[in-house]
């Protein structure tokens, strides 16, 4: 099977590989179209740690090929339409027994981060891929693939999004105009908030306006906190969602939510520097401020059904898509600010 495997760090080579073998209780997958993340950009540049050789792609979208040993035929059958559940949950730790299977403890400890004997990685980059059953969701087959492979990255939004409870009228600011601030800018429209989004590139404020964002700020014009003071009566947002990496805008998320409002940290952070923090506001003012990692089990299914019921269209999003051969030239691409979501696609 065709397969873009990154061999070491900015050295992507499409080589032939063996099909993966089935053990019990898994499914073949023949990939359909896979989107590149934020990690595989930062994955191909070297800055995340696994073991070579590596096999990139964890947003993507399948055809089950072939049903393992031992998998429920009632319920998964050969030629549906599936997305994995890709965080290698282990099912024992504490944080998987309170349902916090996003942020199991082992979840990076699996073949999917280190494979002494083979590649390491989630497949979505080749031509098939593994999957253990009880991680997949049926698609409806109408769904096309394209906005079925940002299911991981709805899903994580969509977790992000459920941890703040926006209610009608609120104010929302998401800060930052990259494809995860776009998926959050959509999902609080639904939720019936004025969206506020800070974005210093005009040209991404504009496609912030256009899905949906009530106001567009500049934070490089003048003190972001004050310009959404200056928009709220200076009460502050009622929810604040930080999309960027940078510390000085996770600490001023912090600072711009308003009494009794949520804030947050959804995006990792680089490099992770200490942010000072106010405490005796915390304090008065009771905000509550809270980080997600990843997608739930149960915010996937969400993505899912938000996706193929239309309930969300992620088509504007999408800015091109690429043939498998040229998977470096669309990971320069997805690096790019001109670019959002970049599909690989690798079958029909
Ligand atoms: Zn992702
Ligand atoms: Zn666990």
């Given at each position: 099977?065709?397969?873009?495997?990154?061999?070491?760090?900015?050295?992507?080579?499409?080589?032939?590989?063996?099909?993966?073998?089935?053990?019990?209780?898994?499914?073949?997958?023949?990939?359909?179209?896979?989107?590149?993340?934020?990690?595989?950009?930062?994955?191909?540049?070297?800055?995340?740690?696994?073991?070579?050789?590596?096999?990139?792609?964890?947003?993507?979208?399948?055809?089950?090929?072939?049903?393992?040993?031992?998998?429920?035929?009632?319920?998964?059958?050969?030629?549906?339409?599936?997305?994995?559940?890709?965080?290698?949950?282990?099912?024992?730790?504490?944080?998987?027994?309170?349902?916090?299977?996003?942020?199991?403890?082992?979840?990076?400890?699996?073949?999917?981060?280190?494979?002494?004997?083979?590649?390491?990685?989630?497949?979505?980059?080749?031509?098939?891929?593994?999957?253990?059953?009880?991680?997949?969701?049926?698609?409806?087959?109408?769904?096309?693939?394209?906005?079925?492979?940002?299911?991981?990255?709805?899903?994580?939004?969509?977790?992000?999004?459920?941890?703040?409870?926006?209610?009608?009228?609120?104010?929302?600011?998401?800060?930052?105009?990259?494809?995860?601030?776009?998926?959050?800018?959509?999902?609080?429209?639904?939720?019936?908030?004025?969206?506020?989004?800070?974005?210093?590139?005009?040209?991404?404020?504009?496609?912030?306006?256009?899905?949906?964002?009530?106001?567009?700020?500049?934070?490089?014009?003048?003190?972001?906190?004050?310009?959404?003071?200056?928009?709220?009566?200076?009460?502050?947002?009622?929810?604040?969602?930080?999309?960027?990496?940078?510390?000085?805008?996770?600490?001023?998320?912090?600072?711009?939510?308003?009494?009794?409002?949520?804030?947050?940290?959804?995006?990792?952070?680089?490099?992770n520097k200490p942010i000072e923090v106010d405490a005796g506001r915390?304090?008065?003012?009771?905000?509550?401020?809270?980080?997600?990692?990843?997608?739930?089990?149960?915010?996937?299914?969400?993505?899912?059904?938000?996706?193929?019921?239309?309930?969300?269209?992620?088509?504007?999003?999408?800015?091109?898509?690429?043939?498998?051969?040229?998977?470096?030239?669309?990971?320069?691409?997805?690096?790019?600010?001109?670019?959002?979501?970049?599909?690989?696609?690798?079958?029909?």
């Amino acid at each position: 099977m065709k397969a873009c495997v990154l061999v070491a760090p900015k050295t992507y080579e499409v080589k032939d590989i063996e099909v993966p073998e089935l053990k019990d209780g898994q499914v073949l997958l023949r990939v359909l179209t896979a989107a590149i993340c934020v990690n595989d950009v930062r994955d191909y540049q070297g800055e995340n740690k696994f073991s070579y050789p590596h096999i990139g792609g964890h947003e993507y979208c399948a055809v089950v090929e072939k049903i393992g040993p031992n998998v429920n035929e009632n319920l998964i059958h050969v030629g549906d339409h599936v997305i994995n559940y890709i965080i290698d949950d282990c099912g024992i730790c504490d944080d998987c027994k309170h349902g916090h299977e996003n942020i199991c403890s082992e979840f990076m400890n699996g073949l999917n981060y280190n494979n002494p004997d083979g590649y390491s990685g989630f497949y979505g980059f080749a031509e098939y891929a593994v999957a253990d059953a009880r991680d997949l969701y049926v698609y409806p087959k109408e769904t096309p693939s394209d906005v079925a492979s940002l299911t991981e990255p709805l899903a994580c939004v969509i977790n992000s999004i459920q941890r703040t409870p926006i209610k009608m009228g609120d104010d929302v600011v998401v800060l930052g105009g990259g494809v995860m601030g776009l998926l959050h800018v959509i999902c609080a429209k639904k939720q019936g908030a004025r969206v506020i989004v800070s974005e210093v590139n005009p040209e991404r404020a504009a496609v912030a306006r256009q899905l949906g964002a009530d106001v567009t700020i500049n934070p490089m014009e003048s003190d972001v906190v004050e310009q959404i003071k200056d928009l709220t009566n200076g009460r502050g947002a009622n929810v604040v969602f930080n999309t960027t990496a940078i510390p000085s805008v996770a600490a001023q998320a912090i600072e711009m939510t308003a009494k009794s409002g949520y804030c947050n940290i959804f995006s990792s952070i680089h490099p992770n520097k200490p942010i000072e923090v106010d405490a005796g506001r915390l304090h008065k003012a009771e905000i509550y401020v809270t980080g997600t990692q990843n997608g739930t089990k149960e915010s996937f299914r969400r993505a899912i059904d938000c996706i193929s019921k239309g309930i969300v269209d992620l088509k504007p999003v999408i800015s091109r898509t690429y043939a498998p051969e040229d998977i470096v030239e669309a990971l320069d691409f997805a690096a790019s600010p001109e670019s959002y979501k970049v599909l690989i696609e690798f079958s029909k």
